[in-house]
C-alpha cells in the first residue's frame, strides 16, 4: 500500500529564512503534486513532477522529485508572511488516486 | 470556464438525517474525486467516478456512504444516518484524463459537513 510521509508537521520561521520541506513515499509512484491550502479554502495546485530529477520553481518556492529515493523537496527561499499555509504532497501510481501526505502547516513571522 | 463548483458550502444535520453533496465538475471533465479531510489532517481518498460508473471506492466506508456520477447533472455524495464522526470537509475534485492521467486534479472548495 503506497503511504505518504511529510516532515515537519510544523513549521515556524522568521521572514527572510530558507528551509525545506520533505515529502517520503513507499512505493513507486510516477506522478508527484504539492498543493497549498489556506484554512478553511481549497487546495492550490503548486507543482506538478512527473520524472526523476524533475525541478520546478514559482517564486519563492522549488520542488524536486527524486523517484530512486522516493524523496520530494518544497525548498523554500526568503520566506515571506504571505507563504504562511499548509502545504501537502500527493502521489499517484498507474491509475490509483492520489494518497495525500499529512500536510505541513508553515507558519512564517516577522 | 467556471472551476469546479461543490455545493452546499456548508452543512449542518443532526444525528440519524442524510446530507447529500454536490459537485459539478469542470467543463469538459468526466473524471470526478471525492476526499475527505478531517480536521488538522490530510485529505484522504473517497471514489473515483466517472460518468455513470464507479471506478473506485476503496476508500469509501461500507455502509451508509454512496456516491453516483450520473450521465446528467452533478456527482452526488450521499451519507445516510449522519454521526457526528461523518463532520469533516469533503473535497470533490475533476480531471479531463483520469485514467493514466498525468496532469492535474482541480479541486472544489469543499463542503463542510457538521454533524450535531
Known amino acids: 500500500e503506497l503511504k505518504v510521509e511529510q516532515n515537519p508537521l510544523f513549521l515556524s520561521m522568521q521572514e527572510g529564512k530558507n528551509y525545506t520541506i520533505y515529502c517520503n513515499y513507499s512505493?513507486?509512484?510516477?506522478?508527484l503534486y504539492w498543493y497549498r491550502q489556506d484554512p478553511g479554502k481549497s487546495l492550490e495546485s503548486l507543482f506538478v513532477l512527473l520524472s526523476n530529477g524533475a525541478v520546478k520553481q514559482e517564486g519563492r518556492l522549488m520542488a524536486s522529485l527524486d523517484t530512486k529515493a522516493r524523496l520530494s523537496t518544497l525548498h523554500i527561499t526568503a520566506a515571506v508572511h504571505d507563504l504562511s499555509a499548509t502545504y501537502f504532497c500527493?502521489?499517484?501510481?498507474?491509475?490509483?488516486?492520489?494518497?495525500f501526505g499529512t500536510g505541513t502547516r508553515l507558519q512564517v513571522f516577522p | 470556464n467556471a472551476g469546479v463548483m461543490q455545493n452546499p458550502r456548508h452543512l449542518v444535520r443532526r444525528r440519524g438525517q442524510e446530507a447529500r453533496l454536490r459537485c459539478s465538475p469542470m467543463k469538459g471533465h468526466s473524471h470526478v474525486y471525492w476526499y475527505r479531510q478531517l480536521p488538522e489532517e490530510g485529505l484522504k481518498f473517497m471514489v473515483y467516478?466517472?460518468?455513470?460508473?464507479?471506478?473506485?471506492e476503496s476508500g469509501m466506508p461500507k455502509e451508509r456512504f454512496s456516491a453516483e456520477f450520473p450521465k446528467e447533472g452533478p456527482s452526488i455524495l450521499r451519507i445516510q444516518q449522519v454521526v457526528r464522526g461523518d463532520s469533516a470537509a469533503y473535497f470533490c475534485?475533476?480531471?479531463?484524463?483520469?485514467?493514466?492521467?498525468?496532469?492535474?486534479?482541480?479541486f472544489g472548495e469543499g463542503s463542510r459537513l457538521t454533524v450535531l
Open positions: 467516478l466517472q460518468k455513470e460508473n464507479i471506478i473506485d
Open positions: 500527493a502521489v499517484g501510481r498507474n491509475t490509483d488516486k492520489l494518497i
Open positions: 512505493t513507486t509512484s510516477d506522478r
Open positions: 475534485a475533476s480531471s479531463l484524463l483520469g485514467q493514466l492521467n498525468t496532469g492535474e486534479l482541480f
